[in-house]
């Protein structure tokens, strides 16, 4: 297997029950990614609260950013997949499957954040996704600007 990364930042999102602020989505229509880690590290100040979730449609992001070779490890070889990193706000929100995998609170300082590292990594199957959402709604709980990216095998 390959490695590749791919990061961005999102703008955030506000705080509305399962809104996207971003996600790996895999547009291939036979191979599955596999992801290693999430990065999440906040630019502004200010509490946030995330869950990471599977989506099944890819929504209609505000911003796109287009893995190229360079984001192979060894600079070696493009990725079949042509995985999509899809950053909010999103004007059509993928939609969500299932309740969410993993959640955390981050504190309100610029540059808090989290590694989600997976020992055995998160299978994204073709035409499906990996996103990371708000996972309540309710004041000083929306996703801030942040700095994400996602490391993924395939």
């Known amino acids: 297997m390959a490695r590749y990364a791919v990061a961005g930042r999102t703008p955030g999102v506000t705080n509305t029950l399962d809104l996207v602020a971003y996600q790996l989505w895999n547009p291939h229509a036979s191979i599955s990614l596999f992801v290693r880690e ?11 609260n995330l869950k990471i979730v599977r989506t099944t449609t890819s929504g209609t992001p505000g911003s796109t950013v287009t893995p190229l070779i360079n984001n192979h490890f060894g600079k070696r070889y493009a990725h079949i ?17 299932g309740p969410e995998m993993f959640r955390i609170a981050l504190p309100a300082a610029i540059g808090a954040g989290i590694i989600w590292v997976f020992p055995e990594p998160i299978e994204i199957p073709a035409g499906t996704g990996l996103g990371v959402a708000v996972p309540e709604a309710g004041t000083e709980l929306a996703i801030t600007a942040a700095d994400v990216s996602f490391v993924w095998d395939e």
């Open 38 to 48: 999430i990065h999440h590290f906040k630019s502004a100040a200010t509490a946030d």
């Open 81 to 97: 997949s042509v995985a999509l990193l899809y950053l909010a706000v999103f004007s059509v929100q993928p939609t969500l499957a």
